[in-house]
């Protein structure tokens, strides 16, 4: 009896060390490829303002619904920029604060603001899809330059961009932003999402023709009126809760020539507001990706988990069985190994703190905490994502519902 217990001791220790060594080799990679994205990813800023011919029409299309708090900065940065032919299509979409006065306010002061009160979303349309598309549909230009109200653009953002769609004959280009957190859960939780999220949207996969990855960071993505039109505009993609990956996977799928480059620099952009928010958007992403691949999401789901969450919460057994087991050799390695992806996890977390989210890499000490938010509000999406209300995004409630429609 003492054999067989003592053989189903290293079997655990075996299966638990194992995991270890998997979640510390795979946080190896996260960081290396981590420092290869920085390094190699192409930025806004390389190309030659000079050489911008400047008669191409940029029509931005500005969706925003009850942004009293941010609309104002937004508008005062697109009106500043030093590219001369543009206009602003700011769509109201069904505000009930004061978002609309602000843009009238602004509309009064220059005539390249046009205000559109976006009518009621039809049902199957994800709210900011619809006012994305009615934007399109008084839309003048040749090129279509989406932004999200809680973003702020340099003056030269607009000129550089279109110098990259000129220059290198492209059909839409998205900006990496520099994503602000407004409040201490998304200081903590930020870095540790973006090291996962990081290797599969990098701009490394984006710009590789042979990669089947397309994104747009939804606070800044300019596309050709042409290849726009052609993928289907935000009607192909008006269920879809994360329109902006949607459409620039459609536009990867299409075989458009389309370029991810770093912003930083010129664009600033809000990610989560405060734990309300934040919490609404993990969910948010995780049901896009439930109601698209269940069984993809849910192995997505159980890796978050193990890779994020599990290294903080085996760390206590890990330590009482090393002072209480007579197998001292296994029992040691399998805390070494745990202490060890410990440290990876806290290195790889301040790295995106310092390097990606520039904020104190302080934050990364936080890490167990981040790993516990993310891994369950991905785990409570996955058990919701068929309840009637199950997505709650700007004061809207949606339900996936695939038998019937997309979303309702």
């Not at 960081?31 to 994205?37: E, P, V, W």
């Not at 843009?103 to 709210?127: E, F, H």
Request: charged share 20%.
């Amino acid at each position: 009896m003492v054999i067989i217990l003592y053989t189903e001791l290293e079997i655990i220790y075996g299966i638990l060390t194992a995991i270890m060594f998997g979640i510390f080799g795979t946080w190896i990679y996260f960081i290396g490829y981590m420092l290869k994205s920085l390094k190699q990813s192409p930025t806004l800023q390389s190309v030659d303002k000079t050489l911008v011919t400047k008669n191409i029409k940029v029509s931005v299309i500005l969706p925003a619904r009850n942004e009293e708090k941010y609309i104002a900065k937004c508008l005062e940065s697109l009106t500043s920029q030093d590219y001369a032919n543009f206009e602003i299509i700011a769509i109201n979409d069904s505000s009930t604060d004061g978002t609309a006065d602000i843009m009238y306010q602004y509309a009064r002061k220059s005539s390249s603001i046009v205000v559109v009160n976006a009518k009621p979303k039809p049902d199957g349309w994800v709210g900011k899809n619809w006012a994305c598309y009615e934007g399109y549909l008084r839309a003048s230009g040749d090129l279509l330059l989406f932004t999200d109200a809680d973003t702020i653009h340099s003056p030269s953002v607009m000129s550089l961009a279109v110098g990259q769609i000129e220059q290198q004959n492209l059909d839409a280009l998205t900006a990496i932003p520099k994503l602000l957190c407004k409040d201490v859960w998304t200081k903590i939780t930020l870095p540790m999402l973006s090291n996962f999220l990081h290797s599969r949207f990098s701009a490394l996969r984006v710009n590789n023709p042979k990669t089947k990855t397309g994104y747009f960071f939804g606070s800044f993505y300019i596309i050709t009126r042409h290849a726009y039109e052609m993928i289907g505009t935000h009607k192909v993609v008006k269920h879809e809760l994360v329109e902006d990956g949607a459409l620039g996977a459609r536009v990867k799928e299409g075989k458009f020539r389309m370029k991810m480059v770093r912003g930083e620099r010129y664009i600033d952009a809000v990610w989560a507001r405060d734990f309300k928010t934040l919490w609404h958007g993990l969910r948010r992403l995780m049901i896009s990706i439930y109601s698209q691949d269940r069984r993809g999401a849910t192995l997505m789901t159980i890796a978050v988990f193990f890779l994020l969450f599990e290294p903080f919460l085996l760390v206590p057994y890990a330590l009482i069985i090393s002072q209480q087991t007579d197998d001292i050799l296994l029992s040691r390695i399998l805390l070494d190994i745990n202490l060890a992806t410990i440290a990876i996890v806290l290195l790889a977390n301040a790295i995106q703190s310092k390097f990606v989210v520039f904020q104190s890499p302080i934050y990364a000490l936080a890490s167990p905490l981040s790993g516990a938010i993310v891994s369950v509000s991905f785990i409570s999406s996955i058990l919701d994502a068929k309840k009637v209300g199950a997505v709650n995004w700007r004061d809207r409630k949606y339900t996936v519902n695939k038998s019937q429609h997309p979303l309702k």
